[in-house]
């Protein structure tokens, strides 16, 4: 049986992508990752697609005459390799409708906190200063809301007394490598459907 091709949006460090990518070979994650696309010209993941042989790509946003014509093209890009499911892997923009519309529930986020606590920017520097003993990685269906769409998985992580931003984040992402790629292959699994807020699946875990 041939693997689902997926494709993965990046920004920067790409350290989730390397977990992907770790996990199609190891076989954690029964996919080809089929391509990689960047907002950002100097984002280290485009270095790690490519050592590891997969096609790799920036799109520069100032290019585009709109937000649309930009999520169009990498709409059509994706669709163009037969990219079934799509990964945020931290990708630093907004995906307008039009780009939803194109990959509907078939667009996954992670992000580093457990949601519907601290979204956006900064969340471990928010779970910090809000003094919460819990925080951890979330892994969900992206919508228009920013951080908002139905929750995947989650994994929890202890907040320690003598923790800064930069030991939280650490833990977390540690947190984040091993619950994405398990996430994405639940997720091609299938055995799901959303029904509101909610992701239901036909044999919980
Ligand atoms: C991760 O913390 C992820 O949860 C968030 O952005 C960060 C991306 O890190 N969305 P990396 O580029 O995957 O290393």
Known sequence: MSLPTIGVLIS???SNLQALIDATKSGVL?????????????????????????????????????RD?????LATELQ??????????GYMRLLSPVFLGAFRNAVLNIHPSLLP?????????????HGVRVSGATVHFVTPGLDDGPIVAQAAVAVEADDTEATLSARILAAEH??????????LDGGWRIDGRRVRWESPR
Do not use: H, M
């Open 12 to 14: 920067g460090r790409g």
């Open 30 to 66: 029964r996919a080809k990752i089929g391509l990689v696309l960047a907002n950002k010209a100097d984002a280290k993941g485009l270095e790690r697609a490519r050592l590891a042989g997969i096609e790799a790509r920036w799109l520069d946003p100032r290019q585009f005459t709109s």
């Open 69 to 73: 014509a930009y999520d169009f093209t």
């Open 80 to 89: 163009g390799k037969y990219v079934s499911l799509v990964c945020l892997a």
């Open 117 to 129: 606590a601290f979204p956006g920017l900064d969340a471990q520097r928010q779970a910090l200063e």
């Open 178 to 187: 091993a619950l994405y790629p398990a996430a994405v292959q639940r997720v």
